[in-house]
């Protein structure tokens, strides 16, 4: 059973940065894709980051330049590092894999940007 528990999120003013971990447990390797979505209330899901195997990482236009996603293979865990943050980047934020042709997430994790 493919699990996904993240953690990290809360409320930060703008300009602040937050971690958001996401720990991965049901068979997953590190060849396996992985990375965060996002859904603010009244829009769609959009998808923020990726690491899709065997490629390099890739962002969503919105925030390309200030979140980093990253692996820690040893402890199955994947992480979103979000600097210069904007108002517009307040969502419930989920991790998600793809693993035997589907997709898992996790419960999702807030993060609010506001002053």
């Known amino acids: 059973q493919v699990q996904l528990v993240e953690s990290g999120g809360g409320l930060v003013q703008p300009g602040g940065s937050l971690r958001l971990s996401c720990a991965a447990s049901?068979?997953?390797?590190?060849?396996?894709?992985m990375g965060w979505y996002r859904q603010a209330p009244g829009k769609q899901r959009e998808l923020v980051a990726a690491?899709?195997?065997?490629?390099?990482?890739h962002y969503s236009d919105s925030v390309k330049g200030r979140f980093t996603i990253s692996r820690d293979g040893a402890k199955n865990t994947v992480n979103l590092q979000m600097n210069s943050l904007k108002p517009e980047d307040t969502a419930v934020y989920y991790c998600?894999?793809?693993?035997?042709?589907?997709?898992?997430w996790g419960q999702g994790t807030q993060v609010t940007v506001s002053s």
């Open positions: 690491m899709p195997s065997g490629g390099t990482a």
């Open positions: 998600y894999v793809y693993k035997d042709s589907m997709y898992y």
């Open positions: 049901g068979g997953i390797f590190s060849t396996h894709a």
